[in-house]
């Protein structure tokens, strides 16, 4: 059996167990459940895996720079359940605090680096995961942007709360340049095991070297590709156009522009119709925009797969 195996036989354990409790009307506050990133014996990542468009993997190292304070809970009073934790580097100084919940924060915070960003003016990128759990968690991801200059941004915390495995995550990742996006990552059960089934990009921010200059919602304008052998992009609108790429099934791209170049063609005995569209590209630096056959293309949702 797996390790994955296992994370799926845990959680559905602890889902029967707080089951009986609601059943039963008692309280389980110290079942502790651990879903984002993992540690220990109760946590286990699932793999960050590649970017739909480009299949690069993103380079996620555990810090060594950095480490989160711990609470000691020995003869705590918990009728103040509040305490401040603390981000500091190796040296001693404090980044910023972070607020968690005594009963339900297990002082197993996971601070990583992100070395390939493609951010100006950045040495490198801080994570920090904090899960605070009972029969469900409160996960908190925390960026820190480490500027050349010794500076220290911070980009808005994402949270959201996970009941049970294999329910979607949220987080950031660093595309092409200066650009970073708020993603949305969906999982499917396959037998015993959770995979990866897409990255759904929703929010756009734009970096200057300095700080955090734009944020641009994506959802409205956004799709993915329904072709299963992946979509071609070219350099203009129509068929003489040069192929520039090859988008992979189940990609998502932000249409900016229709054109006025239609198409008709048969697939499987079906004739799909359509225009050229103009698309943004999330991560790969061979281009920046492209165009592609919008037959092929279905509005974005969450709940798509």
């Known amino acids: 059996m797996n390790e994955r195996s296992l994370i799926v036989i845990f959680f559905l354990i602890i889902s029967t167990a707080c089951k009986k409790d609601k059943e039963t009307g008692k309280s389980n506050t110290k079942t502790i459940l651990k879903v984002s990133e993992v540690q220990k014996s109760k946590k286990k990542s699932i793999p960050i895996i590649k970017n739909n468009n480009t299949f690069s993997e993103e380079k996620i190292v555990k810090s060594n720079h950095f480490y989160v304070t711990e609470i000691d809970k020995r003869n705590i009073d918990f009728s103040n359940a509040e305490r401040i934790i603390f981000l500091n580097h ?17 002082n ?13 003016n950045v040495k490198r990128v801080i994570s920090i995961n904090i899960a605070e759990c009972i029969c469900g968690c409160s996960i908190t991801n925390m960026y820190i942007l480490e500027t050349n200059n010794g500076n220290y941004i911070q ?21 092409k340049k200066n650009t970073i996006y708020t993603i949305e990552k969906t999982f ?36 993915f590709v329904t072709a ?18 090859n988008l992979p099934f189940k990609s998502q791209v932000i249409v900016q522009e229709k054109t006025n170049e239609t ?5 499987d005995g079906n004739l799909i119709k359509g225009h050229w569209v103009k698309v943004e590209n999330f991560s790969s630096n061979k281009w920046e925009t492209g165009y592609v056959f919008n037959g092929f293309l279905k509005k974005w949702k969450t709940n798509n797969y």
């Not at 992946?230 to 520039?244: C, E, F």
Request: proline share 3%.
């Open 155 to 175: 980009l808005p915390n994402i949270t959201y709360s996970v009941v049970e495995s294999g329910e979607p995550e949220y987080n950031y990742t660093f595309g």
């Open 90 to 106: 190796k040296d001693g100084t404090t980044i910023t605090e972070i607020k968690v919940d005594v009963e339900s924060y297990d």
């Open 108 to 120: 197993d915070a996971e601070i990583m680096e992100i070395t390939n960003h493609n951010l100006d």
């Open 263 to 267: 198409l008709e063609l048969m697939d």
């Open 228 to 245: 299963k052998k992946g979509l071609i992009v070219r350099d203009k609108p129509g068929l003489k156009g040069n192929k520039i790429d």
């Open 188 to 223: 499917n059960y396959v037998e015993s095991d959770i995979e990866l089934n897409a990255i759904n990009r929703y929010e756009k921010l734009l970096w200057n070297g300095d700080k955090i200059t734009d944020k641009i919602e994506l959802t409205s304008n956004s799709y």
